[in-house]
Nanobody
Framework: QVQLVESGGGLVQAGGSLRLSCAVS????????MRWFRQAPGKQRELVAV???????NYVDSVQGRFTISRNSAKNTVYLQMNGLRPEDTDVYSC?????????WGQGTQVTVSL
């Protein structure tokens, strides 16, 4: 079964940057799309960014221009580069892989942005 492991979260000051990684125990090139979600306690999970199989990307408006999703197929790893971080970006960030038969989720990594 495909497994996803996120890393790279931590504590950063507002305006700083983090790069999240999602290591996949499978071929990410075979996935229809890879996504990053985030969720704070008591709030609905939010789609942050998606990269489709062909390489196209989309972002939620609140991170447009600040976050970049990318992939390294040779390493079976998906990244989320986060620049210009704001306190409201504080959340647990989870990686999601979607195939025609199943969705796969990582355990999440905590991102905390302080003033």
């Amino acid at each position: 079964q495909v497994q996803l492991v996120e890393s790279g979260g931590g504590l950063v000051q507002a305006g700083g940057s983090l790069r999240l990684s999602c290591a996949v125990s499978g071929n990410i090139a075979s996935m229809n799309y890879m996504r990053w979600f985030r969720q704070a306690p008591g709030k609905q999970r939010e789609l942050v960014a998606v990269i489709i199989q062909g390489g196209g990307t989309n972002y939620v408006d609140s991170v447009q221009g600040r976050f970049t999703i990318s992939r390294n197929s040779a390493k079976n790893t998906v990244y989320l580069q986060m620049n210009g971080l704001r306190p409201e970006d504080t959340d647990v960030y989870s990686c999601n892989a979607v195939s025609v038969v199943r969705k796969y989720w990582g355990q999440g990594t905590q991102v905390t942005v302080s003033l």
